[in-house]
């Protein structure tokens, strides 16, 4: 229950951790850094998976299954790769255990020692482009649209539920392509589908732009990515695309014959989302309170609880709701009739307040007399009485306007946390008293980035894709800048 | 193309090798042991996994998500569990990479040694019982009914795709019950279940059984299987479902307080099937020509193939087909459009043969002036022309019947397979000249199931769950026996 879930205003970080928790949405396992997803939390990604699977198979994209261990040496194949991805990984150098001669327990055999270590992946480009190198032979096997739903391995250090751990559930496309012109418009199409994905399901508003060189994906040409904002106004990445350029291809020696057959090397594209997208989720929305679900994306988009005395007024109830409950999931709604008889009424709200259902459905003995339920709108937490009549379509109605509300109310808040930077000390103290997007003047060098890093903590998040050309001053260096980039602290 | 593929009378196991080559399936990656599926292989393993995750929604569970690497003491605390899986699995030892010295590369950072070493996970039991006791306080807390979806790693020294690899993808469900009567019943109900899929999808015939004391999963207190056979007369464990007993719950010690408030340990379940699920389907159906696969789970139900010279007799026969091809999409069934203008109709029968696909449509000059289409099906060559008018419900009943006659064709094979054998001469002779299940008196001991295995290679693929009971004499030591039990040589 919401007993003891900190305000947000008081502790935003501690508010996360116990909602993460109080949700039954995931916890930490015994395992440094690994997490245990629930199962209401696992529901959410469901949905988050079958939304985007389906994006991914309409925009001819097919999935596969590459190897969960990676040959330490394909890391050092591609220059920049090696820098970014063979750091902080989990080595598998051994492969059997024997019982321990003291009867201990059990130990490592050392006679079980591997000839290379292999890597649990922290990403598959690797793998997947020494794949690639015997898929690809003509200009008839491309494009090649593959995606993978996978877990992958980050060391991490200081790990916080679905923002950053260890082990994390995501998908991760790879794409080859004939052409660059080709693998550059795959790389923004899956910008866009994430776009769409995080607005139109997730209800985030999101900027789409480009990295500077510094956070770009080690191994890409370009990184393009959305980012959204939280409600401390923190920025939070959200999904990346990359264009890979022919790296991949040249370190893994992938050519095909085009059609004047002429040996060329293969244009590439990766791009991913993960589990994060369930921080950003419970971030960019929920309350003190608990959750606030979009309903494109709730496991349960309705629940219906009826307040009885004694077993006839249930039956009563039971037998008004439940041709509505019917009606409602051969719409394709999913709803939950809570007769729980443990529990009392103001529990069982609570409870679904805290799980982010986005319509509650409550009937007692006055709305049996009169023909009517009470409905609970979660996001505005306001409550209507209507007749039974025509309560279908009510529902029906209401779900689309919570996820357009929960979507504006995002977007409010990102509108106005956009703000302009024409100096330093306005940007860290904007940084400081208000937080967001700072929009300022950068001399373009990854020295004064990292130096507004060193001082402030805020990096740059993105250049905007549709960004205005405008002439003006670094806010660091004085130095000339064509154009405005969004700084901000991120998670 | 099938062109080299070997006939399965000549060499069996070839054919299935280059079979699942060919078909573009599944291949051997460069990390030993380790598989890649391909997409058309990984599209037929996602209709597997939507239909079973479906079944086990209907009948009460939800995923969830356990860490993939298990501190290496938990191992140790169930005592027949840890024989079972302490041994051939893969080994985390360090968390950190670093250059080498001699810039050769990069090599394991000795000063990133683990305090205790991780295993990847072989099977779950022991990360998901230490987390259940969290969970569990209360007869509440109970039933819990959990499954995921996961890839998991043993270390196997001989590898064939599918049928055995050191890593493949699986699910497993794991339920905590309050009573021992409840838990038996749910192990029961996952086998009719896989049973249920393997014959009604997969259109695969099982026999269902309990294993023998020697085979059951280390840490059952009972296993119980589904066992199907292939076209060379050799068995294959499809499936299995496993009464833990109160052994898991006792090793981490996972109780609940019953409605009188008595602390109980709580009982278990768990049960799986996986990726080897794809090599019993191939091997149950597909012939000399290439894959067969069951209506249900082929990812294209149907392919529609233009045969014409010209732009403008395929536009004229595209303007016929479209409309079927759209007809048949509306209807839920998965079709595909052939208009690939390098190939020659003939490369493209053979090669959609050797993709399995049921129906195969055909239309050329003459079908197109008379109004009609040649409609071949996969499993039995036939092929008929057919009036435009109808077609839709020819081929919905032609799918219909296909999906039924794989399985009685599998059906007849798999009952003239079934044989009795009186004495162990008569064993061996059948094993060697005829295959198949052999049911046979066998006494009970663990001693004379490994003597069988040893001088025969047949183990006790189960014994049925409906047996007969019979007083006979073991076939090997003559000691008395009460039913026959089935043996085979086995995938
Ligand atoms: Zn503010
Ligand atoms: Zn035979």
Same mark, same amino acid.
């Given at each position: ?34 997490? /245990? ?14 939304? $985007? ?66 890597? /649990? ?22 494009? %090649? ?34 052409? #660059? ?9 899956? %910008? ?13 508003? /999101? ?69 994060? $997208? ?12 608990? $959750?606030?679900?979009?309903? #494109? ?22 037998? #008004? ?9 051969? %719409? ?48 505005? *937490? ?15 109605? $209401? ?53 507004? *890093?060193? %001082? ?28 405005? /980039?969004?700084?901000? *602290?991120?998670?």
């Amino acid at each position: 229950m919401a007993k003891g879930l900190p305000k947000r205003s008081d502790d935003y970080s501690a508010w996360y951790n116990e909602l993460v928790k109080k949700a039954d949405l995931a916890e930490n396992s015994a395992v440094r850094g690994c997490m /245990v997803i629930k199962p209401y939390g696992y529901a959410i990604w469901e949905k988050m998976q079958q939304t $985007l699977d389906k994006m991914f198979k309409d925009t001819g994209h097919s999935n596969a299954y590459f190897p969960l261990l990676i040959p330490k040496s394909y890391l050092s194949k591609e220059a920049d790769h090696v820098d970014g991805f063979a750091k902080e990984c989990a080595v598998v150098t051994h492969y059997r255990l024997k019982n321990a001669d003291d009867g201990s327990g059990v130990v490592v055999d050392p006679e079980a020692k591997l000839d290379e270590e292999l890597i /649990v992946r922290p990403t598959s480009e690797t793998v997947i482009w020494s794949t690639y190198k015997n898929w690809i032979q003509s200009y008839r096997d491309l494009p %090649l649209l593959v995606n993978q739903w996978a877990n992958v391995m980050r060391w991490e250090m200081r790990t916080r539920l679905f923002l950053r751990t260890s082990e994390f559930l995501w998908q991760e496309g790879h794409t080859a392509h004939a052409t #660059k012109s080709e693998a550059v418009a795959e790389t923004k199409q899956m %910008l866009e589908v994430y776009a769409d994905f995080a607005e139109n399901f997730m209800g985030v508003p /999101v900027v789409k732009g480009v990295k500077t060189a510094n956070e770009r994906f080690a191994g890409a040409v370009d990184t393009f990515c959305i980012e959204a904002m939280m409600q401390d106004g923190k920025a939070l990445q959200a999904g990346t695309s990359h264009f890979l350029g022919q790296n991949f291809a040249k370190a893994f020696d992938v050519k095909f014959s085009d059609k004047d057959n002429k040996l060329e090397h293969v244009w590439g594209t990766s791009w991913g989302v993960s589990t994060r $997208l369930m921080g950003a989720l419970i971030m960019a929305h929920s309350d003190d309170e608990g $959750l606030v679900l979009p309903p #494109k994306l709730a496991p349960i988009q309705v629940v219906i609880v009826p307040i009885y005395k004694g077993q006839e007024q249930l039956d009563a109830i039971t037998e #008004k709701v439940k041709p509505i409950q019917k009606t409602l999931q051969n %719409l394709g709604i999913s709803v939950k009739f809570d007769d729980r008889d443990s529990l009392r009424p103001g529990f069982k709200f609570a409870d679904w307040e805290l799980k982010g259902v986005p319509v509650r459905v409550a009937m007692g003995q006055r709305d049996l007399e009169n023909g009517t339920v009470e409905i609970a709108r979660r996001d505005t *937490k306001e409550k209507n009485t209507y007749q039974l009549d025509g309560v279908v379509e009510t529902i029906q109605q $209401l779900l689309e306007d919570i996820q357009a509300n929960i979507f504006n109310k995002a977007l409010d808040y990102r509108e106005s946390h956009i703000t302009k930077a024409e100096s330093f000390d306005e940007f860290k103290d904007l940084l400081e008293n208000k937080g967001g997007f700072i929009a300022a003047h950068w001399d373009g060098t990854t020295e004064t980035e990292e130096k507004i *890093k060193e %001082l402030t903590k805020a990096t740059i998040r993105c250049i905007p894709l549709d960004n205005e050309q405008e002439d003006g001053k670094c806010i660091l260096t004085g130095n000339p800048s064509s154009q405005r /980039v969004l700084f901000a *602290k991120a998670y």
